[in-house]
């Protein structure tokens, strides 16, 4: 494996650590600034907006060498997670939040142009898919560390670990990753001239409806294991890194599939078994062993679709190559805030109805992904 490759994953490792480690923590947090649990949500809120308003970052810095745009990105997300870890109250922690997900976005969108231009012949998607897998790897292993070391020292330490992991991979960024070729500038109205074509709207709309029918689901996914399939607390933190594992194996798996059947197709089969393993869940969730199977199974399918969305957007956004890349995370973090809203009006019904609700959103993201597969496919 290619250590530019691996240094590109460094980054994303980082991201996801802080990006979904508060939903784990905020009682702690809550306690320690002496505010609510839902006023804590908000710090979850600041990340997502951050990352939508981060985005327009890149039509700054387009002109710059793609290197020096990775770098810079690490850097904002060195400070942002530094101030969290330090924030004495509730507003300076909301504007740390808001700052560590400034450069979530963008840097999927670089780094994923990157990792394309760094890969050998025909790997471009498991280039993309080892990027991703930073990710994932904070899935598995960084949300429980965050979670465990929050209850037993603070949670500001998984704030001031990521901080410094960004510092580690500044330094492992400028030394393994070389410099590539930038992208021709088309402008600022060329930026977004992709948008006016309806392939790049298919794959956005897939993204945000398909990962919204998942968090439907996962974003009650606790509460669903202890109430519906009679898992122990105790077990929750167990689950959590099977979960993580499926992420890991989904995403993997899918970057070498996508080399090879196309991301289009790809994309296409799994979106599609989201739509059927969320049904299952809904009549099987009573069954813990169905249950932990079938959730591995969703969380791989979740992050068996971003490779091919990520390669995807950057194939049909000609002249906005970096804007269509962060574009697929502000859809993603949309369908993430969607699903967790429908999925709260389906708990009070029960705690397997989320799942039942996430089955149309999935439903939907298949079919605009089968329309992009049976009209653009070919193009792409």
């Known amino acids: 494996m290619k250590k530019s490759l691996i240094a590109l994953a460094f980054g994303t490792l980082g991201l996801g650590i802080a990006e979904f480690t508060m939903m784990g923590i905020l009682p702690y947090v809550a306690a320690d600034l002496g505010i609510s649990i839902p006023t804590a949500g908000h710090f979850i809120s600041a990340y997502a907006l951050g990352v939508c308003f981060g985005a327009p970052l890149l039509l700054v810095a387009r002109k710059k060498p793609l290197k020096h745009i990775l770098i810079a990105l ?50 471009g998607a498991e280039a993309v898919s080892i990027m991703i897998a930073g990710m994932t790897v904070a899935n598995l292993f960084g949300v429980p560390l965050g979670t465990s070391m929050s209850h037993l020292m603070s949670w500001r330490i ?9 510092i580690i991979t500044i330094y492992y960024m400028a030394r393994w990753i070389p410099q590539v070729e930038g992208l021709k500038d088309t402008g600022f109205k060329g930026q977004f001239r992709f948008l006016k074509k309806p392939a790049p709207w298919l794959i956005l709309g897939a993204t945000a409806l398909g990962n919204g029918g998942v968090f439907c689901w996962y974003s009650y996914i606790n509460p669903l294991l202890t109430e519906v399939s009679g898992f122990r607390d105790e077990s929750i933190t167990a689950l959590m890194v099977l979960a993580g594992f499926g992420m890991v194996v989904g995403n993997l798996v899918s970057g070498r599939l996508s080399d090879r059947y196309t991301p289009g197709r790809v994309g296409m089969v799994v979106q599609g078994m989201i739509a059927i393993v969320l049904l299952l869940i809904f009549f099987l969730s009573p069954n813990p062993w169905c249950s932990a199977i ?35 995370q502000m859809a993603f973090n949309l369908g993430n805030a969607i699903g967790a809203y429908v999925g709260g009006l389906a708990v009070g019904i029960g705690y397997q109805y989320p799942a039942l609700f996430g089955v149309p959103f999935a439903m939907v993201g298949f079919s605009l992904f089968l329309l992009f597969y049976k009209k653009y496919q070919a193009q792409y």
Not at 158 to 166: Q, S
């Open 294 to 328: 079938l959730m591995a199974l969703c969380t791989a399918g979740l992050f068996a679709v971003s490779s091919p969305e990520q390669v995807l957007i950057i194939r049909v956004a000609p002249g906005g190559e970096m804007l269509g890349g962060a574009c697929v």
């Open 74 to 123: 690490m850097v904002l997300m060195t400070v942002g997670n530094i101030c969290a870890s330090f924030a004495p109250n509730y507003w300076i922690l909301l504007i740390g939040r808001f700052v560590s997900g400034l450069p979530h976005g963008a840097y999927f969108g670089v780094a994923s142009i990157v990792a394309g231009k760094l890969a050998d012949e025909g790997k």
């Open 158 to 166: 998984i704030f001031l670990m990521v901080g410094c992991w960004g």
